[in-house]
């Protein structure tokens, strides 16, 4: 059966403590219950290796009335606790994405997301045992572990192929290469293969650029001149020619004889505009057999694009090259550019160089050069858990997920090569939609890695699974389904494991800033503690998550209520009220501080309005506003002190604060009355109080939207939601409002007059008026005079006068709103039976919202001193 609100009860099992985790198990122990006078109470063990670590109540039973003994196969022990007291009211909390949350005290909570067309269990119970490991011995035999970029290459506009030869392996590998300005920057192991013998030949192949050439300009002038042949006859200093043919131009030398050889030659003009090689050098003059060779100095003058190529989509390094003969050169600089085809439109010379030879110029597309490294799939020791999710879309920050099971070591020894998981769910709520599988790396307990995600109609979750990833696969953030879980955080607190269900002996929970906080303990163990989730996490309260309230000022008192108000969280106790303050971690900086010395009466008694919390205690209502407490209801407070209010019947109270009219209600029983069928009411705008009272006790309220208004609700105890209107089910609502005693004098010789502002109705409303003397629960007949045509009309012998509210005209317009009664009044100090003092009362009926009654004043002439 799906778990129900209105099935909720008290007389079931809400807590189980391990008090000792027994040793030696190699599966789940069986629990049992017995004693308590109830029945059907159950509960599963959650492992630890080779010890129970805690037990999860998966039925709670029901018609306990008082704990039962927990038994549990072989030697582990604890200990139960069942809910006995009377029902309690739940607390409804909703989370920023809108899940509402049902928490009572009588069991584990509920939740709904609004869409599901039943509750759910608060939380998911992970795995109560971990996966069964086994690791295949491998052959020896190696996987690519990484690949290494030897050489980045240039020119890539796509990434090339990467491709694997050689080794022999049972399972080839697989990479994919990335680009970076041209350049391969990176290749990722997507497969690393198995089975191989030796460290296979990795090529990068295609995804460059092509096509494009040039013909490069150069400016040449004679540096040199080389003496091959020196000659004989030579005499003087003879003169040297260089040929004109290639473009040189201006060049001049003159050659050193001695004995009539040529022994070496001196450029006294290098010249220029030399564009080709072939540069000769002769000498003039008597002599022969000279041979001379000119050494050219040539530089790059421009670069001219003769086909621009295709693929360029960021511009080339075109390279300029020296003739394989010239042995001694200065390299020269380039820059291009690229058109919008992919094409090299321009390059510019940033720098002419130097060369011996004509150069020329390409664009080195540098084929880019890798090297695989090896390592055996599996080696060492990892630790493998798992854990449960449910469905919730990740719009609503899901899916939700468990904490993990037990972490299960497996030692792959020197060369694993497969890790088989097997799976067995000794416990599994509806709720659960998938399961992950989480390991470490080799070696090391510090992080979990996601190895996959198993969906619960996929056989394998109720089976096995085979996990070939290496390490090097595993922490590939690329990887599809990759997931990092440190399983602590740095700072110590815990991470892998803070996703535990919130303990169901908890009554009250609320919301406060990002945090879902709990308080009530029901077992009575921990009177004054508060347990609080993760950030945005209502389901996640792991038990290291608790504040206690210390006590520090001689009386020992319990937490009864919090009040989440604005940036502080009110714990309130029943006769104390403290302020829990905190900035990022409740653990590390929470304070806090007592504020008050009243407390409240349950859960219900109280609300917030306008920044301002109205609190009901044992000695009144008052408000509390963040600073300090004023209390409100010293006009009332005789119903306090005088014990008319019923506080036998506390629990049934509650307070409700209506924004559309200021007005505070605290709903409450008088003696002799067992259901909260009437208010008191305070106007915290005028500070007026009076008292309402309802044909249906009203059990609960709450704001909601109503029409696009924001409005009051109440749950009747009829079992219907209501609202407020000013008729009911067709009916007429009636009204009654009584003043308090006011002295009567002699003042204006004995005139007294009831004036009464309201405003006109559109429909027949009539408003009776009547007095009280001397504090008499019942009206004088005859106490208003006759009608003297001011809106007042007496009948003889009645106990009151009618006004009719409705609107009407004269030739003057609009009737004012205003009505005037006389009244008399037997006013005499020296008799004891003189009439002392006198209070009105109003009553009436009210059916539409054209007769609704607007009293805006009343006053009294002759009477309040």
């Known amino acids: 059966m799906p778990p129900s609100l209105a099935l909720r009860k008290p007389g079931g099992v809400i807590s189980l403590t391990v008090t000792t985790g027994g040793s030696g198990y190699t599966a789940p122990p069986t629990v049992s219950f017995s004693g308590g006078s109830g029945t059907g109470a159950a509960a599963v063990a959650v492992m630890n290796g080779t010890m129970v670590a805690s037990l999860v109540v998966t039925q709670a039973g029901s018609g306990y009335t008082s704990n039962p003994t927990v038994t549990i196969s072989g030697n582990a022990q604890a200990e139960a606790y069942a809910y006995t007291g009377s029902h309690r009211r739940a607390s409804f909390m909703r989370s920023r994405f809108n ?48 690949v290494d970029i030897m050489k980045p290459g240039a020119g890539y506009t796509q990434a090339p192929t990467v491709s694997f030869a050689g080794g022999s392996p049972t399972t080839p590998a697989a990479a994919v290469a990335s680009i970076a300005g041209g ?65 040189l131009t201006k060049a001049n030398a003159v050659a050193d004889v001695t004995n009539g050889a040529i022994q070496n030659v001196a450029v006294l003009a290098s010249g220029s505009g030399a564009t080709t090689s072939g540069v000769t050098a002769s000498v003039a003059g008597a002599g022969s057999g000279a041979s001379l060779k000119p050494v050219m100095a040539y530089r790059v003058t ?35 550019t690229i058109n919008s085809t992919g094409g090299v439109a321009s390059v510019r010379v ?61 030692d792959a020894g020197a060369s694993g ?29 510090v992080a979990l890695f996601r190895v996959a995600t198993i969906q619960r109609t996929d056989p394998a979750f109720f089976g096995s699974y085979a996990d070939k990833l290496s390490d090097n696969d595993l922490t590939d953030t690329e990887r599809d389904g990759y997931g990092l879980m440190p399983v ?41 503690s508060l347990l609080f989730s993760e950030v945005d996490e209502p389901e996640s309260v792991p038990p290291t ?71 009901a205690d044992s000695f009144g209502l008052y408000a509390y506003d963040g600073n300090s407490e004023q209390p409100v209801s010293a006009p009332v407070d ?123 109705t559109a429909d027949d409303a009539n408003l009776t008026a009547a007095l009280h003397y001397n504090n008499s629960p019942t009206a004088r007949p005859n106490a208003i005079g006759s009608d003297r045509g001011e809106g007042f009309v007496s009948t003889k012998g009645a106990t009151g006068a009618v006004l009719n509210l409705k609107r009407r005209r004269s030739q003057l317009g609009d009737a004012s709103g205003f009505a005037k009664a006389y009244y008399a009044g037997n006013v005499d100090d020296k008799s004891a039976g003189a009439d002392r003092h006198v209070a009105v009362s109003l009553t009436g009926q009210q059916s539409t919202a054209g007769n609704a009654v607007v009293i805006h004043g009343v006053t009294l002439e002759g009477a309040g001193g």
């Not at 650029?209 to 540096?223: E, T």
């Not at 497969?418 to 307990?445: C, G, I, K």
């Not at 740095?490 to 800033?513: D, T």
């Open 99 to 146: 899940d509402m949350y049902v928490i009572d005290g009588m069991g584990r909570g509920l939740r709904w997301n609004g869409d599901a067309g039943q509750m759910q269990p608060v939380g998911i119970v992970g795995p109560v045992i971990g996966p069964k490991m086994n690791v295949t011995a491998g052959d020896g035999a190696l996987s690519v572990a990484s």
């Open 350 to 410: 940033l720098s002419g160089g130097q060369y011996s030879l004509p150069p020329t110029a390409v664009v080195l597309d540098g084929q880019a050069t890798a090297t695989a490294s090896m390592s055996p799939r599996m080696s060492g020791k990892y630790k493998c858990a798992i854990r449960y999710l449910d469905s919730t879309p990740v719009s609503q920050q899901g899916p939700i997920p468990s904490s993990i099971s037990e972490l299960v070591e497996v």
């Open 183 to 247: 350049r391969v920057s990176g290749v990722r192991v997507t497969e690393s293969g198995a089975g191989y013998t030796a460290t296979p030949t990795v090529t990068l192949s295609g995804g460059q650029a092509g096509g494009a050439s040039f013909s490069v300009g150069v400016s040449g002038g004679v540096a040199s001149v080389e003496v091959v042949a020196s000659g004989t006859g030579y005499t003087g200093t003879p003169t040297v020619t260089f040929s004109s043919a290639q473009g």
């Open 417 to 445: 090569g497969l890790m088989t998981w097997n799976f067995t769910h000794p416990y599994l709520e509806d709720r659960v939609s998938a399961m992950e599988l989480w390991r470490t790396t080799a070696d090391q307990s």
């Open 545 to 615: 998550n608790e504040i206690v309230v210390q006590e520090s000022i001689g009386d020992s008192d319990a937490v009864v209520a919090l009040i989440p108000m604005a940036s502080a969280l009110l714990i309130a106790q029943s006769r104390h009220l403290y302020k829990l303050q905190y900035v990022a971690q409740p653990i590390i900086d929470a304070s806090i501080l007592l504020a008050s010395y009243r407390g409240v009466l349950n859960n219900q008694c109280w609300d917030v309005m306008g920044g301002v919390a109205f609190i």
């Open 638 to 760: 005789n119903l306090w002190r005088d014990r008319v209010i019923d506080f036998t019947q506390s629990d049934k109270f509650h307070v409700k604060a209506d924004y559309a009219t200021k007005t505070v209600r605290f709903y409450f029983c008088r003696n002799g009355e067992t259901s909260t069928a009437r208010a008191l009411c305070y106007c915290v705008s005028t500070q007026a109080w009076w008292e309402e009272e309802y044909p249906s006790a009203i059990t609960a309220s709450a704001n909601m939207a109503i029409l696009s208004r924001q409005d009051v609700v109440y749950g009747a105890a009829s079992g219907f939601v209501r609202s407020g209107g000013f008729a009911d089910a067709g009916s007429a609502v009636s009204f009654r409002l009584r003043t308090g005693n006011m002295p009567l004098t002699n003042a204006d010789k004995g005139s007294r007059t009831i004036g009464l502002l309201y405003a006109p």
């Open 488 to 528: 602590t955080l740095p700072s110590g607190q815990i991470n892998a494991r803070r996703f535990e269900v919130p303990p169901g002996n908890y009554g009250v929970a609320v919301m406060f800033q990002d945090r879902a906080w709990f308080a009530v303990d029901t077992t009575g163990k921990k009177p004054n």
């Open 302 to 336: 421009g670069v001219t694009v003769t086909n621009g190529g295709t693929g360029f989509y960021t511009p080339p390094t075109v390279t300029v090259t020296p003739d394989s003969a010239d042995q001694n050169y200065t390299q020269a600089y380039l820059e291009a």
